[in-house]
């Protein structure tokens, strides 16, 4: 059974951090392509970053030079680095993985995604 679960997400104070985290189980965590995607109420869900199953990274302009991705294959961990936050960065995150294996996905694209966490919320008062 494949499981995705968000964890990380808080209130802080605008110029502030936090690290989510996106624990997985039930597949080959490494064969797969994962991203981050977030949503605000009202908003489209937006797709913030990708990390293929070899650990390139993709960013969206928004969040790039703040938002890191990395992955831990050892542990099944996704994790989102996000410093210098502001009060846009408000929204519930949620972690994803690709439908397929060994390929490469892209953040444009929330339907080349198959699995979903549940998803983490981000607060950041000014």
């Known amino acids: 059974q494949v499981q995705l679960v968000e964890s990380g997400g808080g209130s802080v104070e605008a110029g502030g951090s936090l690290r989510l985290s996106c624990a997985a189980s039930?597949?080959?965590?490494?064969?797969?392509?994962l991203a981050w995607f977030r949503q605000a109420p009202g908003k489209e869900r937006e797709g913030v970053a990708t990390?293929?199953?070899?650990?390139?990274?993709s960013y969206a302009d928004s969040v790039k030079g703040r938002f890191t991705v990395s992955k831990d294959n050892a542990k099944n961990t996704l994790y989102l680095q996000i410093n210098g936050l502001t009060p846009e960065d408000t929204s519930m995150y949620y972690c994803?993985?690709?439908?397929?294996?060994?390929?490469?996905?892209?953040?444009?694209?929330?339907?080349?995604?198959?699995?979903w966490g549940q998803g983490t919320q981000v607060t950041v008062s000014p």
């Open positions: 990390i293929t199953n070899t650990g390139s990274t």
């Open positions: 039930g597949f080959s965590f490494s064969a797969y392509c």
């Open positions: 994803a993985r690709a439908k397929r294996p060994w390929v490469r996905c892209g953040i444009t694209d929330p339907a080349a995604f198959d699995r």
